[in-house]
Each structure stands twice: as structure tokens, then as C-alpha cells.
């Protein structure tokens, strides 16, 4: 890599994961950049979801490396990697019964408690429609939830599945 080319924010070298015996993805590379987007796709089973989980720590990678920004956190746990600004907001993500701000804060739990009021103001700031419904109970489907949660805990970088 040339010395003036950005250092990648995620970088995925070589994964191997799946369930238990089943294996899923055979040597997977992905580099994300910093407020760099990019979208995974493909037919369902091809491993995508299985991809976010793996780099979440959701479920055991079992050869390759995974860094993020700059530090290798193949073997981080999950709350780890959240505190690190790592988040996953799965499909079934999202507490339906709570309000909008209990899942927000779902979110910010991993962050330190000064940090956390502050980080829900500016998601309300960014989000002013959630401000307005912060107290309405989640329902189905909790799209709102799932994107709050993952704010909530000030991500540099998300996926979801």
C-alpha cells in the first residue's frame, strides 16, 4: 500500500467461519474505508449475514484475520469490539414493548456514561422524527429500534443482516 493511501478502518483477510461443522465462508477478504459504504450482495446463503456475525464475534472465526483501525481484534469478544464503535443490527434486532428511547439506550450502553446522554441527543438531532416518538412503545417491524440501537453506541462501523 502506498504510504499516502488511507489505512483501512476494516480489514477482513482470509476468513473461515460457519455453525459448528457446517462451514460457511472459505477465505472471505473485505477492506472498508473510513466514511466509505459498501454493500454486500448476494443470494440468500451465500454467507453475507454470516460475514457480519463473524466479524462481530457472533459466531467463531475459524482461520483468517480481522483488523480495525489498525488493531487485531480476531480474538476480541463481541462487547469488545462494540466498546471499539463495531455494531451489528440483525433483522431481529430491536425490542418491541420498549420505547424508542429505552432501545436507544440499549444501544449506548457499551459507551461511558457522560458519553452516553450526549450521544442520544445527537442522534435525536439527527433523527428528529425518533425525538418525537421517543417515548411510543417499538412495533413491529422494529426498524426504528435496530437503527437506534446501533447509533446508540456511536459506531464507526455497522452492518446489518
Known sequence: MPHDAPRPLLDV???AAGYRRLQVLWGV???VHEHESVVLLGAN???KTTLLKAIMSLVEVWAGRIDFAGENI???RTDQRVQRGIVFMSETSGFPGLTVEENVLIGAQFLP?????G???ELYAIFPALAERRRQLVGRPAQDARHCQGAGGQPA???HG
Open 13 to 15: 483477510a482470509g476468513i
Open 29 to 31: 477478504d473485505l477492506v
Open 45 to 47: 446463503g451465500a454467507g
Open 74 to 76: 480476531t480474538r476480541l
Open 113 to 117: 456514561a457522560n458519553r452516553a446522554r
Open 119 to 121: 450521544r442520544i441527543d
Open 157 to 159: 462501523a455497522s452492518g
